[in-house]
């Protein structure tokens, strides 16, 4: 390759926007501060309050770089007093929500064995709680960071929540590969998912940002294997069981059964 | 966030049990074994006999480690010797399941070129190897370390593999993104599944713990994309086809071809 | 494990062919060079025009040390000097088709906000940029690079692109776990793809090796997601949209809409 083509290619890429925007910082906070709250996950964990402090403080410094970080980006600055404290001030939040979703799961599965059997290896366990930190840094209005998070859990686990649905809590999601759950998808409590459920937009535009396009689950529903449901109008009635493989464009009213009919034949 | 509520934090999850499982020796671990076992795999391969055995040695220490960890959290302790003893006795086995396993898929699937190929690139191979290794934990009644396992072969390739599931020799999953075999699955031999497949349960209660949840497939069986078998007392008879997208809840006799029927419509 | 077993191990494992594949090398190369051409995936990218062009000169060793790990394994040696030229000169036609897939995907996606979100976050352009240097190299007639590559993608994304796919620019795939596109497809321009999409084989069988196995898609055509097409002779014509779940095994017209009928009941 010559020096001119590098040279272009040098002047096209590295000049303009402010660049670096620490992603692998941002991958480390989220796993580290998960270590923290869960030390079982974690092959060194603190030994003493001091040591925990320490950790704690040296969690606050990374976010503070992060959002420096952000801030190259952004006209508007944010304020890292003010969005450190509140994300720390938050975390006994966390720890409470995490547990909640690691019980339920150890409650609702035969093939779990203990809490720490869910802790260090369910993978919806480990999306879900990214997706609780992303969703906090996404209702702070910060760019990037939220989405980094999930798209992090979704490479580890092949679990794809967008930052911006609104789940409640419990929240459980057992094996999880590619399950997908849109950004204006609203999840109530004790909801159940397994692998390859797609709670999507009926029809994707550009022109629908800003617009409900994914569906609303209320409570205690429960969604088997690779169940498709779409569209921002559909709501999951309170209850409802929906099979493996159902296709569901519209909403159903609570304590609906919807099985799929086979359609195998020999 | 006030020291109050830190040391409430602490208080609550660095009390009590013993924390560390030291999960990342165990991922490590079952890699450094294959590499061992398949030197393709491994940029730096021993290069004499002495390397291997000191390669052998230093895995045996990681392994006692390992079951030293477990201990702390166990009533029951486990016997370090005798399992390793059992373990290493066991590695030509290992090695000739998983080299069958590599065979057959190079031999079955046109899109391979090599042997290597095969045992470097596969996802398959890779999630199958780490399952014969985690079963081998499984069956010594071993907690956590089973599942640790095969839930990074989950991360790592997208394949769901129970430790418990017993599965013939040899094997093969192609692609393998989303493949789902549960704790109480019986697969028999030369058994061929593609991406997507769902060996699952039909209802999934905790209650239903320790009971055949999943199903058998018997010898010679080739199961394609995205189909999804259900329950404990489903049988696949052998030499059966089973097509993509099949959604199967009862046995099938030996021989069956199952196909789906489209149901699209312009 | 007795010392003659062991022996016999190393004797079967560690003799004949040259067994160091480098595969961490190839991996490494390929994200490399993608931060390279696109700096905001890097915590740490080049300050000055002399560092970039540092850079390059140590990915174009990395290249001939991949090359020469090849050459080991080869009768017919590959030439180094040609092959890096090669590459290396094609490198701002690598940096315009990869941005031309992340301005597809930010100018369709109403959840993406900019143009760095999609090239930090979104595991389609990923997969298809590791996908572009990939079919670069196995259109030169280089063995096991191009397959490790593209499964270093699929274990960070869950899209299994095979690299002998021919695949038009733009190109957009969304959430993307679970997507399969086989050896044979090929895809026109502006096609967009969803999650768990399977262009594949109808049958599977090695005597298939060299033959066309896979679908074709014309240009502007959308796949909608868990859709599978299957077929060499299947052709999806120009400007038509698959639904989701839609199971096609024959070719339909440009500009067709093929829907999915549930089959969901109460």
Chains 1, 2, 3 share one sequence.
Request: net charge negative; hydrophobic share 35%; proline share 3%.
């Amino acid at each position: 390759m010559n020096r001119d083509q590098l040279q272009k290619l040098y002047e096209l890429k590295y000049r303009g926007e402010n660049i670096s925007l620490c992603r692998g910082l941002m991958e480390c906070f989220a796993d580290s501060l998960l270590k923290l709250l869960f030390p079982a996950m974690c092959d060194q964990s603190a030994n003493s309050f001091e040591e925990f402090e320490q950790n704690i403080n040296h969690l606050d410094n990374d976010l503070r770089e992060i959002l420096s970080c952000l801030n190259k980006q952004l006209t508007c600055q944010l304020d890292l007093d003010e969005i450190s404290k509140k994300f720390f001030g938050n975390l006994n939040q966390f720890e409470r929500e995490m547990t909640l979703d690691a019980e339920y799961i150890l409650n609702e599965d035969p093939a779990a064995r203990s809490l720490n059997e869910v802790i260090i290896c369910y993978p919806g366990f480990y999306a879900t709680s990214i997706y609780r930190l992303a969703h906090f840094f996404f209702k702070e209005g910060l760019p990037l960071f939220p989405r980094i998070l999930t798209e992090y859990a979704h490479r580890r686990t092949g679990i794809d929540i967008h930052p911006g649905a609104e789940i409640g809590c419990p929240f459980y999601i057992d094996h999880g590969t590619g399950v997908v759950i849109g950004e204006t998808a609203k999840i109530g409590k004790r909801v159940k998912l397994y692998q390859g459920v797609t709670l999507g937009a009926s029809t994707v535009a550009k022109t629908l940002v800003d617009k409900k396009r994914h569906p609303t689950i209320e409570d205690d529903v429960v969604i088997y294997s690779n169940a498709t449901i779409l569209g921002g109008k559909t709501i999951v009635g309170a209850g409802s069981v929906i099979g493996g493989n159902v296709w569901l464009v519209e909403s159903v009213a609570s304590n609906s059964k919807i099985f799929y009919k086979s359609t195998g034949e020999s």
